[in-house]
């Protein structure tokens, strides 16, 4: 998908206009002519787990920092976050499905809990599994953010804002990965 903004005489941005592409081949747009196409099709195949990196890079006769680089090159994140996105996408699939529970569809798709599905689902889609539910079809506010056509992961390149922490809460310094002192 591609986006443009939309422009009202002053220069104010008024609306976004997106274009959709159908893509025939069975492929992601822009992954046509790349050496990814194995692991591409490996990554959206197992959704429960994670597969090695190494098998991956194997699939695709590179190296798996090749491989990273290669997804970074491609798509502006590493192949875990392509593999999340994919569990997201048929996430909002099965949650459509009349009668699926966002437990059932955390199960399926091999998160370890719902809290921590409905985490991944709010970074990568922009609203919770129940907001995502309660949106009339086709209406939901937000695509799967980032590239390809859709990172979520909290990259400022993908739109999705950083907010620090609130004014003396017991966040963990992100540095040193310590607990900050109590004054």
């Known amino acids: 998908m591609a986006e443009f903004r939309l422009f009202d005489r002053a220069g104010r941005v008024i609306g976004v206009m997106g274009t959709l592409r159908r ?3 069975g492929t992601a747009p822009g992954v046509t002519g790349t050496r990814l196409g194995p692991a591409l099709s490996i990554l959206r195949q197992e959704l429960q787990r994670f597969p090695p990196l190494a098998r991956l890079a194997k699939a695709c006769g590179m190296s798996p920092r090749h491989l990273q680089r290669s997804f970074h090159d491609l798509f502006g994140f590493g192949p875990r976050t392509y593999w999340m996105k994919c569990r997201i996408r048929i996430a909002c699939a099965a949650l459509r499905e ?3 529970s966002i437990a059932d569809v955390s199960a399926d798709l091999g998160f370890c ?6 985490l ?3 970074r990568h889609a922009g609203v919770t599994p129940s ?3 309660r949106q009339p079809a086709g209406g939901l506010p937000g695509r799967i953010k980032g ?3 859709a990172g979520g992961d909290g990259d400022p390149r993908d739109g999705a804002p950083r907010r620090p922490p609130a004014h003396g809460s017991r966040h963990r310094d992100t540095m040193s990965g310590r607990a900050p002192r109590a004054y």
Do not use: L
Not at 113 to 118: K, L, R, Y
């Open 23 to 25: 893509c025939h081949t």
């Open 120 to 122: 991944h689902f709010r």
């Open 147 to 149: 590239r390809p056509t």
């Open 131 to 133: 907001a995502y539910i």
């Open 113 to 118: 809990d719902q809290s921590n599905f409905t």
């Open 98 to 100: 009349a009668g699926r």
